[in-house]
T-cell receptor
Framework: QQKVQQSPESLIVPEGGMASLNCTSS?????YFWWYRQHSGKSPKMLMSIFSNGEKEEGRFTVHLNKASLHTSLHIRDSQPSDSALYLCAASKIGGYKVVFGSGTRLLVSP | DPKIIQKPKYLVAVTGSEKILICEQY?????MYWYRQSAKKPLEFMFSYSYQKLMDNQTASSRFQPQSSKKNHLDLQITALKPDDSATYFC????????????FGEGTRLSVL
């Protein structure tokens, strides 16, 4: 069964610091990865996608993907209190109709 | 304006009853999904539809039945409700292409007493 594992479960970083979140898929057929952010009481919102090996940067957010190890990571630099949220990693296969989510990393940015 | 409308936002039900959760999307998407999230379990895939056809079903219980009357509509009927069904149910949609991330509605928070 396709599974997405995230670590750590929770993370506290100081305001202005760097947050690093990890995600690995157990299914070798996975081709697409996304990172979502979910603030408390809200629905998940897609932050970034990555489909190829390497790195992608959008503002303070950088994602990496290593397809050989099916590992992706999200890095948030200059973290802000408003970044405090549940970060979800999602993955799917080519031709699949199921996007599977990990259990998330709960990030707290302390002022 | 929200493009994925879920109704109702909050729902309280008694054990054993039946409820229908409504979802409509106005994004022109061809694929629609249901997910469930509770304090005990992470965001969990339930169903996916494409062009009103069931594509994947990860819900073991037949008490959960999706209903698609129109391409932009995917309701979820839940029968014989149990307290364990208490969760937030999210509807999502995307274009029917592999690299499209689901876009989520605001959810229906269901409490079963």
């Amino acid at each position: 069964q396709q599974k997405v594992q995230q670590s750590p479960e929770s993370l506290i970083v100081p305001e202005g610091g760097m947050a690093s979140l990890n995600c690995t898929s157990s299914d070798r057929n996975v081709d697409y990865f996304w990172w979502y952010r979910q603030h408390s009481g809200k629905s998940p919102k897609m932050l970034m996608s990555i489909f190829s090996n390497g790195e992608k940067e959008e503002g303070r957010f950088t994602v990496h993907l290593n397809k050989a190890s099916l590992h992706t990571s999200l890095h948030i630099r200059d973290s802000q209190p408003s970044d405090s949220a549940l970060y979800l990693c999602a993955a799917s296969k080519i031709g699949g109709y199921k996007v599977v989510f990990g259990s998330g990393t709960r990030l707290l940015v302390s002022p | 304006d929200p493009k994925i409308i879920q109704k109702p936002k909050y729902l309280v039900a008694v054990t054993g009853s039946e409820k229908i959760l409504i979802c409509e999307q106005y994004l022109g998407h061809n694929a629609m999904y249901w997910y469930r999230q509770s304090a005990k379990k992470p965001l969990e895939f339930m169903f996916s539809y494409s062009y009103q056809k069931l594509m994947d079903n990860q819900t073991a219980s037949s008490r959960f039945q999706p209903q698609s009357s129109k391409k932009n509509h995917l309701d979820l009927q839940i029968t014989a409700l149990k307290p364990d069904d208490s969760a937030t149910y999210f509807c999502a949609s995307s274009q029917d292409r592999n690299n499209q991330a689901p876009l989520f509605g605001e959810g229906t928070r269901l409490s079963v007493l």
